[in-house]
């Protein structure tokens, strides 16, 4: 194992806890007692995989996440006491890829490192790739060919560019305003419309290609490629 995982969280005895779970199974943790040391710690390593309460000093989980999220790509699971669902949606919509409230399980949390570890892996993979692929769906990147099951697919420039942020992150659920931001690279200004018609025909597309739904829709958070 040995990757290197970035454990935020300003309460002293939950990160030692956490800190020497995460050396017991094979993981090499450093820890940050505040959102000001994350943020100086973050450009040091490549992480592989963040812990980060949302409570601290400092700079606010909420900071630190964006932080991460400025040009990062590894995993990011929240701890935080907050458990109504609009708190949860908020953080996955801004980038996080996992949510436990606490009091929380370190076996189940352990486990999830372990599953975001092993899906990391895959983004990584994809990211150099020049034919992405995703159970039936492959994407030529080099000669700009898409095809679902047997069937080849006409893509529109930004159908295409959709579809290959999907692909190189297959388990990460996209906001409409992440997708925006990605594939138009210009601020957000609220307009859904525009990326609902997209998705829309992207999917019409693929549904047409190939019996399996490849894209879902996560109800007030935004879209990814279904399993």
Same mark, same amino acid.
């Given at each position: ?66 932080? &991460? ?5 590894? !995993?990011?699971? $929240?701890? =935080?006491?907050?458990?109504?669902? *609009? +708190? ?74 959709? &579809? ?5 992150? !297959?388990?990460? $659920?996209? =906001?409409?305003?992440?997708?925006? *931001? +990605? ?45």
């Amino acid at each position: 194992m040995n990757e290197p995982i970035l454990v935020i969280e300003d309460d002293p005895s939950i990160n030692s806890l956490l800190h020497e779970a995460l050396t017991r199974a094979g993981y090499c943790p450093e820890s940050a007692y505040s959102g000001s040391e994350a943020i100086l710690l973050i450009p040091m390593k490549s992480w592989k995989c963040v812990i980060l309460d949302l409570m601290l000093p400092g700079k606010t989980g909420e900071e630190v996440l964006a932080e &991460l999220r400025k040009g990062e790509n590894m !995993p990011v699971i $929240v701890l =935080s006491a907050k458990v109504d669902k *609009e +708190s949860k949606l908020k953080l996955l919509s801004q980038g996080a890829d996992d949510y436990m409230t606490k009091p929380f399980d370190l076996d189940e949390l352990m486990a999830r490192v372990a599953a975001q570890l092993r899906r990391f892996t895959v983004y990584t993979d994809n990211e150099s790739a020049a034919i992405l692929t995703y159970l039936d769906i492959h994407l030529n990147l080099e000669t700009h060919e898409a095809a679902a099951g047997d069937c080849s697919i006409q893509l529109t420039q930004r159908e295409f560019e959709i &579809l290959e942020l999907l692909l190189r992150h !297959p388990h990460k $659920v996209y =906001s409409r305003m992440n997708i925006y *931001e +990605s594939i138009w690279n210009e601020a957000f200004c609220g307009d859904e419309k525009t990326i609902n018609v997209h998705v829309s025909n992207l999917r019409a597309k693929l549904n047409a290609a190939s019996s399996h739904k490849h894209i879902k829709t996560i109800w007030g958070v935004g879209f990814r490629l279904a399993e």
